[in-house]
Every structure is written in C-alpha cells, then in structure tokens.
C-alpha cells in the first residue's frame, strides 16, 4: 500500500504532558487554538474559515471553548479532556478535506447551510457555517456515541443520494 495517500493526524496533546496541571495544560491548549484560528485562518476550498469571538468567555474565544468543552447549557459547559486533546485536528481535518478518509456533505440547521466534514477512523466531526465570504467554525468533537455515527453515516449517505438525483 502507497503511503502517499495515508492520512497521519496530528499528534495529541495529553493533560499528563503538563504533570496535571490544568491551567498551564489549558494555556497550551488555548495557544494552540489561537495559532490555528485567530493569528492566522484555515481555507475551505479557497474560503477563509473565522471563529465567533462573542460572546468573550472569561476573555477567550467563544469557539474555543465550543470545541474544548461540552455541555448543552451554553453557559455551564465543562472541559472535555478528549476534545481538548483533540486541538490540532479541527485545522487539520479543514485543509485536507479533499483526502478520500473524509466524507463531505452540506446539511440545513434552521435558515443555515452547513458543511460536514467527518473521519469515521477517528471519529472526529468539524462543523462549518457558510457565511458571505467566510466559512464560521461552528463546532468540532470526537463522535463517541455509536448512534450519532450512524446518524452522520445516514445523512451522508441521504446527502449523496440527493446530490447524485
């Protein structure tokens, strides 16, 4: 097999990395985020991709903690040690969308067309909003429930059918 084609994620960043400690552990989380999405941006098919600044939690990017923490209450989210190990991969899995390891597709949430960008080896997800101009990161988190991969799987596959109709 050519590894030309192969897929190598980036490496994952471990809270034991960091001998436990939380907040040097989230600074370096945090850095890396602002690296990837606020000093420079990721393109989608040659769009930029932005993050929503507001509104500030604590000072930091609302989308970073969209990515980092879970929770439905937008407000009482709690840190997610998997996502935040997961940091590198949302810019990752945007500037190579085009590798056959990831299914592609467009959904309607309300009024707002979506794209979805999904690796089942990893069972990573990345969410991007079409704007005008831009793309808006509008979530990224590992798919750990079996359910929700055969939802993605079925509307992918529903996506497909349509596009090819």
Request: overall charge positive; aromatic content about 14%; cysteine-free.
């Amino acid at each position: 097999m050519s590894t030309q084609n192969l897929l190598v994620f980036p490496d994952l960043i471990f809270l034991t990395d960091y001998n436990g400690n939380i907040q040097e552990y989230f600074n370096a989380v945090y850095q890396i985020f602002e690296s990837h999405f606020i000093k420079s941006n990721p393109h989608f098919k040659g769009i930029r991709v932005n993050t929503q600044k507001f509104p500030l939690e604590d000072g930091i990017h609302r989308t970073f903690y969209h990515i980092t923490h879970e929770g439905n209450d937008e407000k009482n989210r709690l840190p997610d040690l998997r996502r935040m190990e997961r940091i590198r991969y949302p810019r990752f899995i945007i500037e190579s969308f085009n590798h056959p390891d990831f299914l592609v597709w467009k959904n309607k949430r309300k009024n707002e067309t979506r794209v979805l960008i999904f690796n089942q080896k990893e069972n990573y997800l990345v969410v991007l909003g079409e704007r005008k101009g831009y793309n808006l990161l509008v979530t990224a988190y590992l798919v750990d429930h079996e359910h929700t991969q055969k939802k993605l799987l079925a509307e992918y596959k529903t996506s497909i059918k349509a596009e090819t109709a």
